[in-house]
């Protein structure tokens, strides 16, 4: 069974400013083609979406997936689809975020 994924509004916002971040330090190219590494890591959570840790000491059901040594992609597998999170770049204290968001 295939998932659907969608990106949640603060995810496409996460690598929006990350494609700049990049762009600034590295160029258009360099960006654009990690950005889309990411993107075809998240759409492959369609097929098997239960890679990646299991953080339910965060919130149920979240899961994360370490991307080429510098990026977190943080997802929640429901029934039928996959909702990417956030993405966090860059050794960010991803787990302190979440916690906050959770109790927002």
Do not use: W
Not at 10 to 20: C, K, P, T
Not at 42 to 63: K, M, N, Q, V, W
């Amino acid at each position: 069974m295939k998932h659907k994924v969608s990106f949640r509004p603060r995810a496409e916002n996460d690598l929006f400013e990350l494609y700049r971040y990049i762009a600034e330090d590295s160029g258009l190219a360099i960006a654009g083609g990690y950005i889309e590494r990411i993107e075809a890591a998240c759409l492959g959570f369609e097929t098997f979406p239960p890679r990646g840790h299991a953080r339910d000491d965060i919130r149920p059901g979240l899961r994360t997936l370490d991307f080429e040594r510098r990026a977190v992609i943080v997802y929640q597998v429901l029934a039928q689809e996959v909702v990417i999170v956030r993405i966090f770049y860059g050794g960010q204290d991803y787990e302190r975020k979440l916690l906050a968001q959770v109790s927002e």
